[in-house]
C-alpha cells in the first residue's frame, strides 16, 4: 500500500502538537522494508491522529474484515498506536472497534476498546485484554478479525505473527491468550452497547504527553464479503 491509499481523519491532532511521517532512521519490523511511519508528540494536548484506508469498498467496508499492521511505541505511557475497524465515520471522534497497546501501562496489554481514536486506549475502558504484556520498543505484528454474522453478532479475535521467527510479509498468525474470540452480542449485554457492523478501516495514533513516540509498518486490509 502507498501513502496515497490513506487519507488523515479530519480532528486529528495538528502537526504543531504531534509531527508525523515516514522515516528510514528506526529499525524496522523482521522483514520490512527501508522505512516506517510514525508519530513524535511535540506538546501537551491529548488527542488522536487517525489515518483510513481510502479504497474503494474499503472507506467504508459494508461489513467487518481483517486488519493487520506492526506496531511499536518508544515510551512507556501516555501515548499509544492502534489498528482500528468499523469505525462509525471519517473523523477522529467517531467510534469503532480500536486495537492496541494500553495507555496507562508500561508494560502493557493489548485491549480492544470500543471507541473514538481521539480518546485513546485507556485500560479501564477495555472491552477484552491480552493475558501477557508487551515491552517498549518491541515491534508487535497483531491483526484484528472483525467477523460479523447473520445474527448481528460481531466475533473480535486477534492474532499475533512472532517477529522473532517470522517476517513480517509471510506471518504465521497464532491467536493473542485473552484474546481468541470475543462476541459482541447484538443485544448488546457483553460489551454494553451494541456492536459495530462496517465502516472505516486504518491506523492511528493516541497522545497524552510530550516526548511520546510510536510506529508502524506493513499496514493490511481485507474485507469480509
Known amino acids: ?27 524496522v519490523p523482521n522483514g520490512g522494508g527501508s522505512w516506517v511511519y510514525g508519530w513524535h508528540t511535540l506538546q501537551s494536548g491529548n488527542g488522536g491522529v487517525g489515518l483510513y484506508y481510502n479504497n474503494v469498498d474499503f472507506a467504508p467496508t459494508v461489513r467487518g474484515g481483517s486488519f493487520r499492521v506492526a506496531m511499536k511505541r518508544l515510551a512507556g505511557t501516555n501515548c499509544t498506536p492502534m489498528l ?55 515491534w ?28 513480517v510479509d509471510s506471518p504465521v498468525w497464532t491467536a493473542v491468550p485473552g484474546l481468541e474470540n470475543f462476541v459482541d452480542d447484538s443485544l448488546g449485554i457483553n460489551s454494553g452497547s451494541a456492536p459495530y457492523l462496517s465502516g472505516y478501516c486504518g491506523f492511528g495514533y493516541y497522545s497524552g504527553g510530550v516526548g511520546r513516540y510510536a510506529f508502524v509498518d506493513h499496514y493490511e486490509a481485507f474485507r469480509q464479503n
Open 1 to 27: 500500500m502507498a501513502q496515497s491509499d490513506f487519507t488523515e481523519f479530519p480532528g486529528s491532532l495538528a502537526t504543531a502538537l504531534v509531527d508525523r511521517g515516514v522515516s528510514n532512521g528506526f529499525t
Open 84 to 138: 482500528f475497524g468499523c469505525l462509525a465515520g471519517a473523523d477522529v471522534g467517531h467510534v469503532g472497534y480500536l486495537l492496541g497497546l494500553a495507555q496507562d501501562e508500561s508494560p502493557a496489554r493489548l485491549i480492544i476498546v470500543k471507541g473514538a481514536p481521539s480518546s485513546g486506549l485507556p485500560l479501564a475502558q477495555a472491552i477484552v485484554q491480552s493475558t501477557g504484556a508487551y515491552q517498549v520498543d518491541q
Open 140 to 167: 508487535l505484528h497483531v491483526r484484528l478479525d472483525i467477523i460479523v454474522q447473520p445474527s448481528g453478532d460481531v466475533n473480535l479475535q486477534v492474532f499475533q505473527n512472532d517477529l522473532d521467527t517470522n517476517q
